[in-house]
């Protein structure tokens, strides 16, 4: 059964009055798992999308890079979308029901779908101040601190003044060795075999290829500083 199949069947019960809290009770193991994924990403998504008060063709292309959607299935993920933005459950509502279906695991998985927000969010050229705020509230309910955060932004968010550090989540007074290890650290969290293995769908692995560009940019950075 494909991904996009076990979505329509997720998004066939929340419209016959099942909450979203109940499709991710069901959805709590792989390869299920992928399917939580790919809703949470949806769903909070829409939220976002409502936080700077437009949705861009730009970031519906952004959403397509995520997630290849077969032809066919893009009334499914429509409903899903549309679904999820006009539900009168608040984007923290959602968040925390996210949080709760991996609660117990490690923060590898969330992290991961913070990625998947961030790429839509930047997809118009524009970070706007609302979407800071929106992705940063939904990151202190995933748990994450606020270093944590500042390396996913710092990875995604284009700008002129990004520091390399910050990138790898360490400090300019952190020593070489350890700046090695965190940079080693990223680019295992980084590869294909592990994201998968985290639940994260094969469609949105793609996702790493822009993770890897900053970790590896930032590394180099760093060692030319260090020249």
């Known amino acids: 059964m494909s991904l996009w199949t076990r979505i329509?069947?997720?998004?066939?019960?929340?419209?016959?009055?099942?909450?979203?809290?109940?499709?991710?009770?069901?959805?709590?193991?792989?390869?299920?798992?992928?399917?939580a994924f790919a809703i949470a990403v949806i769903a909070l998504g829409a939220k976002m999308a409502k936080a700077d008060g437009q949705v861009t063709k730009d970031e519906v292309a952004a959403f397509r890079e995520v997630f290849t959607i077969p032809e066919g299935e893009e009334k499914?993920?429509?409903?899903?979308?549309?679904?999820?933005?006009?539900?009168?459950?608040?984007?923290?509502?959602?968040?925390?029901?996210?949080?709760?279906?991996?609660?117990?695991?490690?923060?590898?998985?969330?992290?991961?779908?913070?990625?998947?927000?961030?790429?839509?969010?930047?997809?118009?050229?524009?970070?706007?101040?609302?979407e800071d705020a929106f992705l940063a509230r939904v990151a202190a309910i995933f748990g994450m601190d606020?270093?944590?955060?500042?390396?996913?932004?710092?990875?995604?968010?284009?700008?002129?003044?990004r520091d390399p550090y910050e990138v790898l989540g360490v400090s300019p007074d952190t020593p070489p060795q350890a700046i090695r290890a965190a940079y080693r650290q990223l680019v295992r969290d980084t590869h294909p075999d592990q994201m998968l293995a985290r639940g994260v769908p094969e469609e949105a692995v793609k996702l790493a290829e822009k993770r890897m560009i900053a970790i590896n940019r930032a590394w180099d950075e760093i060692n030319g500083q260090a020249a």
């Open 8 to 35: 329509t069947d997720a998004v066939s019960s929340l419209a016959a009055g099942d909450s979203l809290s109940d499709v991710f009770a069901k959805l709590r193991t792989p390869p299920e798992r992928s399917v």
């Open 76 to 130: 499914n993920a429509g409903r899903l979308f549309n679904l999820a933005r006009t539900d009168v459950a608040g984007f923290e509502d959602y968040a925390r029901k996210i949080k709760a279906m991996y609660d117990g695991d490690e923060a590898a998985p969330l992290c991961d779908l913070m990625e998947g927000l961030f790429h839509i969010a930047v997809a118009d050229g524009h970070y706007h101040p609302d």
């Open 146 to 161: 606020d270093a944590r955060f500042k390396r996913l932004r710092a990875q995604f968010v284009p700008d002129a003044e």
